[in-house]
Nanobody, 128 residues
Framework: QVQLVESGGGLVQAGDSLRLSCTASGRAISRSTMGWFRQAPGKQREFVAGTTRSGSTTYNTNFVKGRFTIFRDNNKNTMYLEMNSLKPEDSAVYYC?????????????????????WGQGTQVTVSS
């Protein structure tokens, strides 16, 4: 069983920062392509950031624009999303995702259907 648990969300004001955490059990995250997605009410789930099994990173530059950083601590089996200069439009439920670990080589998965495991989500609300 692979379980992902997000934490670190909350209510903040525009310009504030948050660090989201995703702790995995059942499988070492080093075996999986990992990603962060977010979903706001009435909208589709969208890709935020991803990391390959070796730690290379990619971002949705349409809205991240250097404000977010994704990274892993494999020793703690935890992935993080550091979010700075938060805007009200960043408000959403943020989800951690992991692949099934069967991919060959280094991959960036940027669509929800490419991931096998999901956390329950953590709410981020940014007020004006």
């Amino acid at each position: 069983q692979v379980q992902l648990v997000e934490s670190g969300g909350g209510l903040v004001q525009a310009g504030d920062s948050l660090r989201l955490s995703c702790t995995a059990s059942g499988r070492a995250i080093s075996r999986s392509t990992m990603g962060w997605f977010r979903q706001a009410p009435g909208k589709q789930r969208e890709f935020v950031a991803g990391t390959t099994r070796s730690g290379s990173t990619t971002y949705n530059t349409n809205f991240v624009k250097g404000r977010f950083t994704i990274f892993r601590d494999n020793n703690k089996n935890t992935m993080y999303l550091e979010m700075n200069s938060l805007k009200p439009e960043d408000s959403a439920v943020y989800y951690c995702a992991a692949s099934d670990g069967l991919e060959n080589g280094e991959r960036f998965y940027v669509t929800a259907g490419q991931y096998a495991y999901w956390g329950q989500g953590t709410q981020v609300t940014v007020s004006s």
